[in-house]
């Protein structure tokens, strides 16, 4: 186990977390042995130094992604969304005009927000793909510790606020009005693979932004790398609230998150220095 890097750890602790914390919603063998075979995983590609070990952790996040839906509740009572709605409908309409800012030049920032926010999934491997580029591969296990302990952290809130998204709660409600090809992308892709458990907080928003600390920290000879990284972190913020996938709730809470994976990395850095 002294093989194993500082983020697979997260991942070790945090599918015994759900493991544990199933016993309060469903039979929780089902997560045991999905924490066994992520631990037997991770202990097989410990024993060697591999391109596949660099990438494994966005496997396991995926995993913990669609492991998440277990927790779907049988009946929402949607008073969380209730509650959300009303800040949303006053920055998107009357009081923050958010949809009529962007759509004031026609489709340009529709289409822009909506692809933001479909390729938030290859965020991990790219900025790996970045990491081999930019010839910091030693520092891969910085970025995965950002990155997981921020998209983790909002899966691991998931089951204490069971949650639909707007789209589907406030179906034909509060809507864009320019319907792009990207905009159906993403409904395609939330309609058939999609979870139900909880959209709060956003991981969407807290995987973007903690990919941007972690590129940071990875790369400080290339800070505007990290800094890209956040200013599309924004976007997709922006994007989850436009196209009524999330809750603006959901994207601040996605940020704090977020940050909150910054300061681990920060205590990482220390302790290890």
């Known amino acids: 186990m002294s093989r194993l890097r500082s983020s697979e750890w997260v991942i070790l602790i945090y599918f015994t977390y759900v493991a544990i914390a199933a016993a309060w919603f469903f039979p929780p063998a089902k997560a045991w042995a999905v924490a066994l075979v992520v631990g037997a995983l991770i202990w097989i590609l410990s024993r060697r130094r591999s391109v596949l070990r660099d990438f494994a952790p966005a496997a396991f996040t995926l995993a913990a992604y669609r492991e998440m839906n277990w927790f779907r509740s049988a009946n929402y009572d949607h008073h ?87 789209w589907l709660v406030f179906a034909n409600a509060d809507f864009p009005h320019i319907a792009t090809v990207f905009r159906r992308l993403n409904l395609w892709i939330l309609g058939g693979y999609g979870i139900h458990a909880s959209v709060f907080p956003s991981a969407h928003v807290s995987s973007a932004f903690s990919a941007a600390w972690g590129l940071l920290a990875a790369i400080p000879e290339g800070r505007w790398i990290g800094w890209t990284m956040a200013a599309y972190g924004l976007s997709v913020a922006i994007a989850t609230v436009y196209g009524r996938y999330h809750f603006a709730a959901d994207a601040v809470a996605g940020i704090a998150v977020s940050l909150v994976a910054a300061a681990a990395l920060r205590l990482h850095e220390f302790f290890r220095n």
């Open 80 to 166: 969380f969304e209730n509650a959300w709605i009303v800040w949303d409908r006053w920055l998107l309409g009357d009081g923050g005009h958010l949809r009529a800012l962007i759509e004031s030049a026609g489709a340009l920032f529709p289409s822009y927000f909506e692809l933001c926010y479909a390729l938030v999934y290859g965020i991990a491997p790219v900025s790996i793909l970045v990491l081999f580029f930019a010839h910091r591969r030693d520092r891969i296990n910085l970025f995965w510790m950002a990155y997981l302990t921020g998209t983790l952290g909002a899966y691991a809130m998931f089951p204490y606020f069971p949650s639909e998204p707007p």
